[in-house]
């Protein structure tokens, strides 16, 4: 049990562009998902608190406009990523938490961006 | 202090050994601390965690050894294994988990034959 996963996997799209990712938990509900970023050879950094039925909490630093987030089911969350350049090539992953077992986050599989 | 400080940044270790992690913080209301293992190109996956209660956790052949008085915390895994070879974070939550987790900054740990 307690499986996450993302869609899609890895996307290439073009600076200037919107791109969604999806997070799903698939045999659990969850009222709090967060969104991280990773870059390569580094830990994980924490972009935001996704919380079912309300607004996403930033991490200072996060652009919210730049970082949509949207939690409108207890099984999904979806973070675009708006008018994307370069820069914002990454590994984005989500997580979920189990509360019915002692509130551990669950980690989905991760999606590569790359923006040319 | 929210910070969780990972040692050491890389690792080798030769089959069959015990590979060693530790970790250090600060702030005395973390009372969760998992550990993770993350594959290249994958999301991290929760190995092992323990709760202060406790001062070691043994699942299988990862054991963790938490020292409160000291803050620190480590990650053994024994009869290391080439399939071992990935990166591991460890993490603290606060207030019984269920909110945002401090990671380390990672140990890429290789096992050779």
């Known amino acids: 049990g307690a499986v996450v996963s993302q869609h899609p996997s890895r996307v290439i799209c073009k600076s200037g562009t919107s791109v969604k990712i999806e997070c799903r938990s698939l045999d659990f509900q969850a009222t709090t998902m967060f969104w991280y970023r990773q870059f390569p050879k580094k830990s994980l950094m924490l972009m935001a608190t996704?919380?079912?039925?309300?607004?996403?909490?930033?991490e200072q630093g996060v652009e919210k406009d730049k970082f949509l987030i949207n939690h409108a089911s207890l099984t999904l969350s979806t973070l675009t990523v708006t008018s994307a350049h370069p820069e914002d090539s990454s590994f984005y992953i989500c997580s979920a938490i189990l509360t019915s077992s002692y509130n551990e986050q669950f980690f989905g599989p991760g999606t590569r961006l790359t923006v040319l | 202090q929210q910070q969780v400080k990972q040692s050491p940044q890389s690792l080798i270790v030769q089959k069959g050994g015990i590979s060693i992690i530790n970790c250090a913080y600060e702030n005395t209301a973390f009372d969760y601390f998992p550990w993770y293992q993350q594959f290249p190109g994958k999301g991290p996956a929760l190995l092992i965690a323990i709760r202060p209660d406790v001062s070691e956790k043994k699942e299988g052949r990862f054991t963790i050894s938490f020292n409160k008085s000291a803050k620190q915390f480590s990650l053994h895994i024994m009869d290391s294994q080439p399939g071992d070879s990935a990166t591991y974070f460890c993490?603290?939550?606060?207030?019984?988990?269920?909110?945002?987790?401090?990671f380390g900054t990672g140990t890429q740990l290789k096992v050779e034959l």
């Open positions: 996704s919380n079912e039925g309300s607004k996403a909490t930033y």
């Open positions: 993490a603290a939550d606060g207030t019984g988990g269920g909110n945002k987790l401090t």
